[in-house]
């Protein structure tokens, strides 16, 4: 077996199907992750309030509290942890509302466990690169706009508010590699982690949010620009 670069990071799997839970708990524990379960919404926010993870498992049906209200607790707390939801729901809408309250991936089950130990190491990639990018510029302004990555706080003129762990990661990147064009293909594959649920429209709505956030006039952006047939490109 190929070596886990992430071998000893801590994972909160929160499942209340508990055959799928204990499958999932040996499996990434054989990966060398160290597994924490918690059958439903209540034991997760206990377990979360006394100890530290690397990434989060979470169910959206649960008892006591649902995967959104859990999200929505998370982000507001700890705003760069991953959040990874499994669902038995298939619509659009549930997998929009899922990653408008902080996920940042989604699998529908049933799910292929090598498909999902992929996301893992995906998100545990990306956290990385986003702390280490973070930690060498925290703060960036440009305009009459200031964002802090590492709590996500913005100011926007007079305007204060707080981004996602999404829309934070779509900053960085468009900004680290500022005057370049980066296509959507290129932010599903280093922001998202590509799947069959995210498409490239999901690229464009963001971007129409970030607009909105930092763009005195949303329609004629002047820093977050579309390079059309090409993608998006960063510049202050």
């Known amino acids: 077996m190929e070596s886990n670069i992430y071998k000893g990071r801590k994972i909160l799997l929160v499942e209340d199907e508990e055959t799928l839970a204990v499958g999932l708990e040996f499996n990434f524990s054989d990966e060398g992750y160290l597994v924490d379960w918690a059958k439903d919404g209540k034991e997760a926010l206990e377990k979360l309030n006394t100890k530290d993870y690397d990434l989060i498992i979470l169910d959206v049906m649960l008892p006591y509290y649902s995967g959104y209200e859990i999200a929505r607790k998370v982000r507001d707390k700890l705003p760069q942890m991953p959040i990874l939801m499994l669902t038995a729901r298939t619509s659009a809408e549930d997998k ?141």
Not at 154 to 167: I, M
Not at 180 to 185: F, T
Not at 194 to 214: A, C, G, H, W
């Open 96 to 236: 929009i509302k899922g990653l408008e309250v902080g996920a940042d991936d989604y699998m529908t089950k049933p799910f292929h466990l090598e498909e999902l130990l992929l996301r893992v190491k995906g998100m545990l990639k990306r956290k990385d690169w986003y702390k280490s990018s973070s930690d060498v510029e925290p703060v960036f302004q440009f305009g009459k706009n200031k964002i802090n990555f590492d709590n996500l706080t913005c100011t926007s003129g007079a305007k204060k508010f707080v981004l996602t762990q999404r829309e934070a990661m779509v900053m960085k990147y468009l900004i680290d590699n500022k005057g370049k064009i980066v296509s959507r293909k290129e932010l599903l594959e280093n922001v998202w982690h590509t799947s069959p649920e995210i498409e490239t429209r999901t690229v464009d709505n963001f971007i129409v949010r970030l607009r909105k956030y930092f763009e005195h006039d949303p329609n004629n952006p002047k820093y977050i620009k579309s390079i059309r047939g090409a993608g998006y490109c960063f510049e202050d």
